[in-house]
Nanobody, 120 residues
Framework: QVQLVESGGGLVQPGGSLRLSCAASGFTFSSYRMGWYRQSPGKERELVAFIGPSGSTTNYADSVKGRFTISRDNAKNTVYLQMNSLKPEDTAVYFC?????????????WGQGTLVTVSS
């Protein structure tokens, strides 16, 4: 079955950085557009970044553009999210998944996510 295992979250001060990792299995990773979603209490899960199957195309939500960088290593079936200049409003549980366009829906079973807390 599909497994998505996120890691790398933690507590960081505003302006700090974190790198999230997502290890994927159970599907042909290199054939899928992959993305990072985040969810805060009382809010819908939102797609913050996605990357094309080969890694040649990327897209970011306006709220993270210029601060976050998504990348992937198809040999390792892993997608990453480098988060810089973090703000308190970035606090959320972050999830990875394959991304369907144009509606931005996730295609696979969700993993456990990894919690990012940005606070002084």
């Amino acid at each position: 079955q599909v497994q998505l295992v996120e890691s790398g979250g933690g507590l960081v001060q505003p302006g700090g950085s974190l790198r999230l990792s997502c290890a994927a299995s159970g599907f042909t990773f290199s054939s899928y557009r992959m993305g990072w979603y985040r969810q805060s209490p009382g809010k819908e899960r939102e797609l913050v970044a996605f990357i094309g199957p080969s890694g040649s195309t990327t897209n970011y939500a306006d709220s993270v553009k210029g601060r976050f960088t998504i990348s992937r290593d198809n040999a390792k079936n892993t997608v990453y999210l480098q988060m810089n200049s973090l703000k308190p409003e970035d606090t959320a549980v972050y999830f990875c998944n394959a991304v369907r366009l144009p509606d931005r829906r996730a295609l696979h079973t969700w993993g456990q996510g990894t919690l990012v807390t940005v606070s002084s």
